[in-house]
């Protein structure tokens, strides 16, 4: 059993077999439909328990196949479904519940002590579905879509973000330490990433570049990410922190500065931060990125369930 929190805690060699195994699965569905199971059912008769207490599309739908395909099930639930908070009930035998009466547990949570809390008394495994500070199943998938497109290892190539330093950027700062990759990050000054992620990057001997321009951040670039400015729960004032983000839109004037087979990639939702052009445009690769989801979080259960090979 395997935990699946933050991408910074789990082995590279562990995160490269992942993708792997998930770039052979993808091949041996092309003349599968979208429930039929795979060959092998490596998950037959297993329950995957999802609990959400922020809003999903793609995580909740991903999880939903990649189960199925693996020949498991799924039962999805909300938080304020449960006795615990409300119903006086405590995390600790909440954990215990889960762990009766499910195989692994997928939790989207609003705290990231949370997770970890549930960590300590699950005795299946839990995945990180999102946190405050992490999204590693978005990040692991957005690898594998840009290895895919690319055709090389992300390693040989220049990765850039433009954007708030948020859960995803996180994430992609940690992959970019375990997949070794060169990582320039655009934003406002006020908006780099925390001292305790660009210290555990210095730790690890990496570097990221930081700009407070964001055409010097995708020059050169074979890779453009971004996410939604303003997220659903950002405690601040929106319209201000809008207006520090207008020379930070990527449209097709900033893309140019990157290399001409440059892509785009959005976790969705997107907002303000990217033009109708971009993201509709032959540049933008985001729903082969959301369907690659699918497949690499299958391998993700794989992992967590001992079943990987």
């Not at 041996?28 to 795979?38: G, I």
């Not at 992620?197 to 990221?208: E, F, H, Q, S």
């Amino acid at each position: 059993m395997k935990h699946f929190i933050k991408l910074k805690d789990i082995p590279a060699t562990d995160l490269r077999k992942i993708i792997l195994d998930a770039k052979k699965r993808k091949q041996k569905r092309k003349k599968l439909n979208t429930l039929d199971v795979d060959k092998d059912s490596p998950l037959k008769g297993k329950l995957l328990i999802q609990m959400f207490e922020k809003a999903s599309s793609r995580t909740r739908l991903s999880f939903y196949l990649a189960i199925k395909q693996l020949g498991g099930g799924t039962i999805t639930i909300k938080a304020n479904e449960l006795h615990l908070g409300k119903g006086g009930e405590s995390l600790a035998d909440t954990a215990k519940i889960l762990s009766t009466y499910g195989d692994g547990f997928m939790l989207r949570t609003d705290s990231d002590k949370k997770i970890e809390e549930f960590s300590k008394y699950l005795n299946i495994p839990i995945i990180n579905g999102l946190s405050p500070s992490s999204h590693p199943t978005q990040v692991l998938s957005d690898i594998f879509t840009v290895e895919e497109i690319k055709k090389k290892p992300i390693s040989k190539l220049n990765i850039s973000w433009v954007g708030d330093s948020n859960n995803v950027l996180n994430s992609l700062i940690a992959a970019s330490v375990k997949f070794s990759f060169n990582l320039n990050i655009g934003c406002p000054k006020n908006y780099e990433p925390k001292k305790f992620v660009l210290d555990w990057v210095k730790k690890n001997k990496r570097k990221i570049n930081i700009f407070n321009n964001a055409k010097k951040a995708v020059e050169n670039s074979d890779v453009v990410f971004s996410d939604k400015v303003v997220s659903l729960n950002d405690k601040i004032n929106k319209i201000n922190k809008i207006k520090n983000f207008n020379n930070y839109k990527i449209d097709s004037k900033l893309m140019s500065f990157a290399k001409k087979d440059a892509i785009f990639l959005h976790c969705l939702p997107r907002g303000s931060e990217v033009s109708d052009k971009v993201f509709l445009g032959e540049q933008s690769k985001v729903w082969q990125q959301a369907l690659n989801r699918v497949y690499v979080q299958k391998s993700i259960l794989l992992y967590c369930f001992d079943k990987l090979r």
